[in-house]
């Protein structure tokens, strides 16, 4: 049974960094390529960033030169540095594998 457990969320000025983590477990971690997503309140998930089992990135143009999503395969671990956060980066955070599975979601909230 695959399961994505995200952490690392929390509250923060705007200007801040965070970093969030999801850790996989029950699956070939270093086969799948990973994602974070993101949903704010009254809005539709979105997708933030992936990278790809052999380590390539893609990101939002909203995120882009803040964001930098890497891996570490050794740990099972997606990570989603975070810097320069605004207030509408706050959103509740999910973490995907290519297999469509999703963890439970971690809270970001920037304050202004």
């Known amino acids: 049974q695959v399961q994505l457990v995200e952490s690392g969320g929390g509250l923060v000025q705007a200007g801040g960094s965070l970093r969030l983590s999801c850790v996989a477990s029950g699956s070939i971690f270093s086969l799948n390529g990973m994602a974070w997503y993101r949903q704010a309140p009254g809005k539709q998930r979105e997708w933030v960033a992936s990278i790809s089992r052999l380590g390539g990135t893609n990101y939002a143009y909203s995120v882009k030169g803040r964001f930098t999503i890497s891996r570490d395969n050794a740990k099972n671990t997606v990570y989603l540095q975070m810097n320069s956060l605004k207030p509408e980066d706050t959103a509740v955070y999910y973490c995907?594998?290519?297999?469509?599975?999703w963890g439970q979601g971690t809270q970001v909230t920037v304050s202004s």
């Open positions: 995907q594998d290519t297999l469509d599975h």
